[in-house]
């Protein structure tokens, strides 16, 4: 545990002071939140939230892992050892940083990659397939669920609105 220092708290009454002033609240809070989280860096509870905050950058390394591997098989697992971390943490510190959990990531990810390539002009099973969907049953339920229409309807959509653009000229 860290001590507060007296920089930390000469921050705080700042930034509280501001309160009293409508037109300085304005003008200088972003600033003093700023010097806010430098003075907490820099000070005694520096090394424990440069540790947190540390797994943002595995979490961010990871998520572009993702992008670049939907049509393989993912695991919670490869991925919590591909951050350096238990499953445990891993599945903690990606929920904090993006609110899903990884499955759910992996789902949303891959659903919205595939709506993109349908949208392009992709059939549904090339789509499903370029993103790992073994089961064009599952899929088609999957996507549905997400965007509220099934792969056909969705493509009968963006096809009409595809129309719609170039009958405009836009």
């Known amino acids: 545990m860290a001590h507060v220092d007296d920089r930390f708290v000469e921050a705080v009454g700042r930034l509280l002071q501001l309160l009293d002033d409508p037109l300085a609240l304005r003008v200088l ?12 860096i820099e000070g005694q509870a520096g090394p424990l939230l440069r540790q947190t905050l540390g797994g943002a950058h595995d979490i961010s390394q990871v998520v572009a892992y993702l992008r670049e591997n939907l049509s393989e098989p993912l695991t919670v697992d490869d991925l919590a ?9 891993f599945h903690r510190q990606f929920k904090a940083a993006t609110s899903y959990s990884p499955l759910q990531f ?3 990810l891959r659903l919205n ?21 073994a089961s064009p049953s599952q899929f088609s339920r999957e996507f549905r669920r997400q965007f509220g229409s099934s792969p056909r309807q969705w493509t009968r959509t963006a096809a009409a609105s595809a129309s719609d653009v170039q009958a405009t000229g836009a």
């Open 106 to 108: 992996i789902k949303a």
């Open 113 to 133: 990659h595939a709506a993109m390539q349908i949208a392009g002009g992709e059939t549904v099973s090339q789509a499903a397939d370029a993103v790992g969907y």
């Open 29 to 40: 809070a972003d600033s003093r939140r700023r010097e806010l989280l430098f003075t907490l």
């Open 81 to 89: 050892r591909r951050a350096g971390m238990s499953r445990a943490v």
